[in-house]
C-alpha cells in the first residue's frame, strides 16, 4: 500500500519521510539516481520496520536550488519564503543575499532578511548600512538577537513554509532552537581567526511550528551560484531594473557597455546601488552572457 508523506530530513540518499500520522519512515529512492529534497510530497512505499521506498515526487510549487557549471545542490522544496539570515558578526557577503533573493524572485517566494546578534550593539551600526539597499527596496528587515528572544519573529512565520538560508555561523540553527527547544539543532563558536562560521548543520531538516507553519533549516553555504537561471530570470530578480526594462536601445541588452542602456545609466546616476548592478554584472558573466554592443 502506497502511503503519503513529507520529506522532513535529507542525508543524502537517505530521507527522512513524516506520514499524516505522525510516524516517521527512514525512507530511501528507487535506483542510482535521487533528486528529493526537504519538503518535497512523496509516495512511498513500506519496505520493513520504520523504513519505505519513495515511488513518486508530487509537482512541487516551488524548488529553491544552487548551481555552478558542475553541478546542483536542491536546498528545499515547497517553501513560500526565504528567511536570508546574516549577523553583526562574522562578517557577511552582501552578493551572496542578493543571489538568495534572485534565486527567491525566480520562484516568487517572499522574502525577509534577518540581522541576527543584535545584542552586539557596538556592531550593528557598522552592518546596518550594508543592508539598506535591501530595505530601501522594500525586502523587510528584521533586527533581534536569537539568544534575546525571537518572539518578533513569530508573525513573519505564520502560515509560511520558510527556510533558512546563509553563511555559516550566522546563528540559523540558534534561531531554530530558539523557535523549538526540542529541535536540539547543532550549532558551534564562529572561527575568529577566519572571520567565519563553522559548518554544523549538515542536512536541511524540517520542524513544524504548527498546522500552518513551518521551517527548514538548511547548511550553510559560502557561493550561490545561479547557473540554471535564464538572463531574463536574472534581470527580473532585481527589483529595481523592473521598470527599466525593455527601455535600453538594443533588445538583447546586456546592460554592461552598450549605447544608451537604460540599467547601466541609473547605475551610473546612482538610481542602483552599484554593489547591486556588480552582483547583476558577476552573475551575467557565470552564465557566459556577452558583453558589449549588441545589434
Known amino acids: 500500500m502506497k502511503l503519503a508523506g513529507t520529506i522532513v530530513a535529507a542525508h543524502g540518499r537517505q530521507y527522512r519521510v513524516e506520514l499524516s500520522t505522525g510516524e516517521i519512515l527512514l525512507c530511501f529512492p528507487r535506483g542510482k539516481k535521487s533528486e528529493l529534497a526537504c519538503g518535497d510530497q512523496v509516495s512511498i512505499?513500506?519496505?520493513?520496520?520504520?523504513?519505505?521506498?519513495?515511488?513518486?515526487?508530487?509537482?512541487?510549487?516551488?524548488l529553491l536550488y544552487r548551481s555552478n557549471?558542475?553541478?546542483?545542490k536542491l536546498i528545499a522544496a515547497n517553501v513560500t519564503q526565504i528567511i536570508v539570515v546574516v549577523a553583526t558578526e562574522p562578517s557577511f557577503s552582501d552578493e551572496l543575499i542578493t543571489r538568495c533573493i534572485v534565486a527567491a524572485?525566480?520562484?516568487?517566494?517572499?522574502?525577509?532578511?534577518?540581522?541576527?546578534?543584535?545584542?552586539?550593539?557596538?556592531?550593528?551600526?557598522?552592518?546596518?548600512?550594508?543592508?539598506?539597499?535591501?530595505?530601501?527596496?522594500?525586502?523587510?528587515?528584521?533586527?533581534?538577537?536569537?539568544?534575546?528572544?525571537v518572539q518578533e519573529l513569530l508573525?513573519?512565520?505564520?502560515?509560511?513554509?520558510?527556510?533558512?538560508?546563509?553563511?555559516?555561523?550566522?546563528?540559523?540553527?540558534?534561531?531554530?532552537?530558539?523557535?523549538?527547544?526540542?529541535?536540539?539543532?547543532?550549532?558551534r563558536e564562529i572561527s575568529a581567526a577566519l572571520d567565519s562560521g563553522k559548518h554544523t548543520t549538515t542536512h536541511a531538516t524540517l520542524y513544524r511550528l504548527?498546522?500552518?507553519?513551518?521551517?527548514?533549516?538548511?547548511?550553510?553555504?559560502?557561493?550561490?551560484?545561479?547557473?540554471?537561471?535564464?538572463?531574463?530570470a536574472i534581470e527580473h530578480g532585481f527589483l529595481e531594473f523592473r521598470p527599466l526594462l525593455g527601455q535600453c536601445r538594443f533588445r538583447n541588452c546586456r546592460h554592461d557597455r552598450e549605447p544608451d542602456c537604460a540599467i547601466h545609466y541609473a547605475a551610473q546616476h546612482g538610481v542602483i546601488d552599484p554593489r547591486r548592478y556588480a552582483a547583476f554584472r558577476s552573475l551575467f558573466a557565470e552564465l557566459g552572457v556577452p558583453t558589449g554592443k549588441q545589434s
Request: net charge negative.
Open 45 to 62: 512505499q513500506r519496505s520493513g520496520d520504520a523504513q519505505g521506498v519513495v515511488d513518486s515526487i508530487a509537482p512541487r510549487h516551488t
Open 69 to 72: 557549471e558542475f553541478k546542483q
Open 105 to 149: 524572485e525566480s520562484q516568487d517566494m517572499q522574502v525577509l532578511i534577518i540581522l541576527n546578534k543584535c545584542d552586539l550593539s557596538e556592531r550593528v551600526a557598522r552592518t546596518v548600512p550594508t543592508l539598506a539597499p535591501f530595505e530601501k527596496l522594500g525586502y523587510p528587515l528584521l533586527r533581534l538577537s536569537a539568544h534575546a528572544g
Open 155 to 187: 508573525p513573519y512565520l505564520s502560515g509560511h513554509t520558510s527556510v533558512l538560508v546563509g553563511q555559516s555561523g550566522m546563528g540559523k540553527s540558534t534561531l531554530t532552537n530558539a523557535l523549538m527547544p526540542e529541535a536540539n539543532a547543532p550549532t
Open 210 to 232: 504548527d498546522s500552518s507553519s513551518a521551517l527548514i533549516d538548511s547548511p550553510g553555504l559560502q557561493e550561490f551560484g545561479l547557473r540554471h537561471l535564464s538572463p531574463n
